[in-house]
Structures are given as structure tokens and as C-alpha cells.
């Protein structure tokens, strides 16, 4: 069986196919979505999931979160004495991932489908496809997330020709696609983004708001606790602010507490140039594939911050119309990259549907032009397959050399959208040598093929050089070798894991720890004197007495968090 991930900014879920239903998988917990955090604590235990995103509070700097935005990048995240690259980190939670659904399905996960944001580039997609490797998986197919919303939007209606744009809005990313559907085809027409516009920037812009409204003394600002609990009382306004008209922020200080009042209105205008920037990217899905708002059939909003009025707000302006939005927009993705899923193992549920996804970015060469003043201009880009095209799609341009008696010829392979290649990003290259001849006398066809895949074939031929070369730029080709990938395998695999079995009284431990951090007076002492019979229990060691123990805690803690405006 191939099941389906949405390994996302602030949480990840896994979903299978059951019965040709696309059906999410619960955690330990009972829950259905991990948080995508990752703690290490003071014993080098490593915890995933929600005890890990407790300790965002308690512990920030042994605790990580939203490390998505840094895959594809060499930057390294410290948690106490060790370092992890994104891709580690997000191993981690694949891993918990698959746990969670070996235990479900009582049976091995290997195989699976990941979505990944549509204007992800290649190093990006190649982060991605490493984190799978790492946590003992093979990746059968990257899916861009609003396609996967989509696939799971068009298996409802499949009969009913029409075009819809999907809206994914989630913790870190901002994607836009444009999907055509008829006779059972389902084609991305457009796909637009920003990778680093989505919830966490809203919670910034409150995180800032906060900070001038309730201003701490330079050593409180500079205190990781002290931006810990900031950036903890932002997500619960904005949270709050989905559904209220106004909340009460309480920031700690010393002995006493600072409150100020958030009205809805003051939310909105910190954020209101983040809600303009979500345009550009819908303007130009637009353009590419030709269309006008009122050519679309419906507008659908998925991911988490699809939920802030003033984006369901902006979307109803920009179309013209209510959009619709599923009734659990965390769980779309993951359900629509379960059914993609389904289409790579060829479930019979879905023999009739065809996918057909487009290259979200230009991919093209380096070229050198004269400028006519008899300069060269270098480092320019020539589009071979520019972005949109329906993959697999295959283009050839012709090159020619540009100096008389030119000996070498450099052929560099880059992906984006900017007029010079420095701006964009190297995929890879090679060398040729080509017989001296007058300027423009040796031609050299240049052709790429772009496969669903995400394998980029170069094939490079010059008659007048009697050369032919291939290029094949895979994921993950050129730069982690199968046995540097086997290394960091067996290092994550050494980490000393929290158990499974454990999970639910470390999280309650964690978040009392929490509340006895956030929490004043005679409710503090509640928390202590809670945590102090709770660890004389697990002292016992009575799995029954645990149980029932660990059920009466979480609810006098849900008691404890009601009343307070945390």
C-alpha cells in the first residue's frame, strides 16, 4: 500500500485508502495531526509531535519548529549539543508518521506519496525527498499541495467538467493552481506561489504588535523565554481572532502580568500587507493560464490559515463570490496526496481519473549575447521549458558559439524565473569541446525533458563537434551519495527516541510544565501539586492506575487552560 503525507510548516499528517476512500490516520494521541516539532531534552531524548511543541514554551532553545522554510538550504539547527539539517528534522517527524500508521494499519510502511508546495524549486523538492529516505521510506511521487487538494475535490464530482483554483494557505507557504477538470482529466492549467508567505508570518506581525503594545525591559526582550511566551500569546490571538471580535493578551512580567486588548481591526491592519501580497501570485496563476475570475467555476481554500476572516475576506473580493472551503482544511492535503497515492499503486478506485501537473518553475540554460556595441553580455537565462508547461513535457532551443576559434562550450542547467542566472538556481552542468571555427559556425541543440518525477533529462548534440552527452538531473543526484544517506540514516536511527508507549504521559507532563511557567498564584500551586502526584504514580509503575491518573490530569489542565486567557 502507498499512503499519502502532508509533511507541512506547523503540522503533518499521514492518510491511506480505504476502500477507495481517502481516510486519515490517527496519532497516539487520537488525533489526527502531528505538530511538525522536534525537541531534544536534557537526557539527549529526542521527543516529536505534541509533547515536542509544549516545550516551544518551556525549552526554545532546545526545541525547533516551522524548520520547513529552511529545507533546501545548508543552515543547521541547534537543539542543546547537537546540530540537524531541515532534513533531519523532518526525518524525525516522517518517522513518527509512519509509526503511527504501522501501528494503525498493523502493518510495514514503506511506500508513499509527499506533497510538497508548488513553488517549491528543486533543492527544496530534493530536501524532501531526502527527509523520506532518511526516515526508511521510498518516495514514489512529490505532489504539489494544491493539486493534492484538488484530487481530492475532483474525486466528488468527476463527471462535472469545470475550472477551479485552489487557495492553500498554510503555516509557511502561500500556493495557487489552477486546475481544469473534464472526462475524467484532471490538468493543472496554472500554479503560482510564495514559499515563505503563510500562518507563521501573520503570528510574526502579531508577535510584533505585542511587543510594542506590552514592551518588556531589554533584558526580558532578550530572554528566549521571554520571546517563547510572545510568540506562544500570538498564536492564541490569532487563533481567537478566527472567531472573536476582540481578546485579552497577558504577557508575563516578574510577579505580575501586562494585558492588553487585540480587537480584530488592529489584527488586520498589522497584517494587512501580508494579506496584499497574497494577490500577486493569484494574478499571475491568472495569466499564465489564460483566464479571467469569472472563467472560474469555484474557488476552494485549503490549509490551516485559510480559517482568518480577513483571507476568506480577500478571496470573496478578488473573485466575486463566496469560496469553498473544506470542513477540515488541515486534513485536504493529506487526504488528496492519499488519493495520488492511490493513482501511482494503481487503485482500481481510481482507474479512471488521469493527472496531469505542470512544471512550477522555468527550467533553461546560460547564454552570452553581444550587445552590440561589441560587448558581451553574460550570465543571461534562455527559457527551454518555462513555468506551467503540463509535465512530461520535452523543448529543445539551439545554441550557437559566440567567439571565433572557441574551443569549449559551458552548458549550465538552471531553474526560476529571473533574467540572470545567479538569481536563479543551478541544477547542474558539463563541459563540451568543440572544433575552432568562425563565431556561429558549430550549433549545438540543447533539449530538456521534464518527467512527473521531478527527473530533468539534458540531452546535448552538435553534428559539427560529433559530440552527444546526457545529463540526468535526479532529486537527489549530485549531491548526497547513497552512502552518505545511509550514514545520516544510522545516525537518526541512534537517537535516543522518546518511547511510543510513554508518549501520552510525557505530553501531559510537558504541557503542565507549560501552564506552571505561563500561570500565577494559587493556579500555579495547582499545577505543582498536580505534577507532583502525577510522578508519584508513574513512580508505581501500575499501567491501570496510570491511565486513569493521566485522564483526571488532562482534565484539570483543560479546566486550568479554559479560564486562562492563554
Known amino acids: 500500500m502507498v499512503l499519502g503525507i502532508d509533511l507541512g510548516t506547523t503540522n503533518s499528517l499521514i492518510a491511506c485508502l480505504r476502500d477507495g476512500v481517502p481516510t486519515p490516520i490517527p496519532t497516539v494521541h487520537g488525533g ?34 516551522s524548520f520547513k522554510r529552511l529545507m533546501g538550504s545548508t543552515e543547521e539547527v541547534r537543539l542543546g549539543s547537537r546540530r540537524f539539517r531541515a532534513e533531519d528534522l523532518s526525518a524525525l517527524v516522517l518517522r513518527s508518521l509512519k509509526a503511527d500508521a504501522e501501528a494503525y494499519l498493523q502493518a510495514p510502511v514503506t511506500e508513499v506519496v509527499i506533497s510538497v508546495p508548488a513553488y517549491f524549486n528543486d533543492q527544496q523538492r530534493k530536501a524532501t525527498r531526502l527527509a523520506g529516505e532518511l526516515a526508511g521510506l521510498t518516495v514514489r511521487r512529490l505532489i504539489n499541495e494544491p493539486t493534492a487538494a484538488a484530487l481530492l475535490h475532483g474525486i466528488h464530482e468527476r463527471d462535472i467538467d469545470s475550472k477551479f483554483l485552489v487557495f492553500d494557505l498554510g503555516g509557511g507557504t502561500f500556493d495557487v493552481s489552477i486546475l481544469e477538470r473534464f472526462s475524467g482529466v484532471m490538468e493543472v492549467r496554472a500554479t503560482g506561489g510564495d514559499s515563505f508567505l503563510g500562518g507563521d508570518d501573520f503570528t510574526e506581525a502579531l508577535v510584533q504588535w505585542i511587543g510594542k503594545a506590552a514592551p518588556a525591559d531589554a533584558r526580558a526582550a532578550a530572554d528566549p523565554s521571554y520571546r517563547a511566551a510572545l510568540r506562544f500569546a500570538a498564536e492564541t490571538a490569532k487563533r481567537e481572532l478566527s472567531t472573536h471580535t476582540q481578546w485579552d493578551v497577558e504577557m508575563p512580567r516578574g510577579a505580575s502580568r501586562a494585558r492588553v486588548t487585540l480587537t480584530l481591526a488592529e489584527y488586520e491592519l498589522a497584517c494587512a500587507r501580508l494579506v496584499e501580497r497574497l494577490r500577486a501570485p493569484i494574478e499571475r496563476a491568472l495569466r499564465d493560464a489564460r483566464l479571467r475570475t469569472t472563467d472560474l467555476d469555484e474557488i476552494v481554500l485549503v490549509g490551516g490559515a485559510t480559517r482568518m476572516p480577513m483571507v476568506r475576506r480577500l478571496a470573496a473580493q478578488l473573485f466575486g463570490r463566496l469560496p469553498a472551503r473544506h ?3 488541515d486534513q485536504t492535503i493529506a487526504l488528496g496526496a492519499a488519493v495520488a497515492a492511490g493513482l501511482v499503486a494503481r487503485d482500481a478506485a481510481f482507474e479512471e481519473l488521469v493527472l496531469a501537473d505542470v512544471c512550477p518553475h ?3 540554460t546560460a547564454v552570452a549575447e553581444r550587445d552590440g556595441q561589441g560587448g558581451i553580455m553574460s550570465d543571461l537565462f534562455l527559457p527551454i521549458i518555462e513555468r506551467n508547461t503540463v509535465v512530461p513535457a520535452s523543448r529543445v532551443r539551439t545554441l550557437f558559439t559566440i567567439n571565433d576559434q572557441q ?8 531553474q526560476g524565473e529571473a533574467r540572470l542566472c545567479s538569481k536563479n538556481t543551478h541544477l547542474g552542468g558539463l563541459e563540451l569541446s568543440v572544433p575552432p571555427r568562425k563565431a556561429g559556425e558549430v550549433r549545438v541543440d540543447v533539449r530538456l525533458t521534464y518527467d512527473v ?19 540526468v538531473i535526479k532529486k537527489l543526484a549530485g549531491e548526497v551519495s547513497d552512502d552518505e544517506i545511509e550514514r545520516r540514516r544510522r545516525e537518526l536511527a541512534a537517537l535516543r527516541i522518546h518511547p511510543r508507549d510513554e508518549d501520552e504521559n510525557r505530553l501531559v507532563l510537558e504541557r503542565a510544565e507549560r501552564l506552571f511557567e505561563q500561570l500565577l498564584g494559587a493556579e500555579r500551586e495547582r499545577v505543582g501539586d498536580y505534577l507532583k502526584q502525577f510522578t508519584l504514580i508513574l513512580e508505581r509503575q501500575d499501567p491501570h492506575e496510570i491511565r486513569v491518573a493521566r485522564g483526571e490530569f488532562a482534565r484539570a489542565l483543560d479546566g486550568l487552560e479554559r479560564g486562562s486567557p492563554w
Do not use: C, M
Open 453 to 471: 518525477n521531478g527527473i530533468l533529462d539534458v540531452d546535448i548534440d552538435s553534428e559539427e563537434a560529433g559530440v552527444k552527452r546526457n545529463l
Open 362 to 364: 522555468s527550467l533553461g
Open 32 to 65: 489526527y495531526l502531528t505538530p511538525s516539532v522536534v525537541s531534544v531534552d536534557q537526557d539527549d531524548v529526542v521527543l516529536v509531535g505534541e509533547a515536542a511543541r509544549e516545550r516551544l514554551f518551556t525549552d526554545p532553545l532546545r526545541t525547533a519548529g
Open 327 to 329: 470542513p477540515d482544511p
Open 407 to 414: 574551443t569549449r562550450l559551458r552548458i549550465d542547467i538552471y
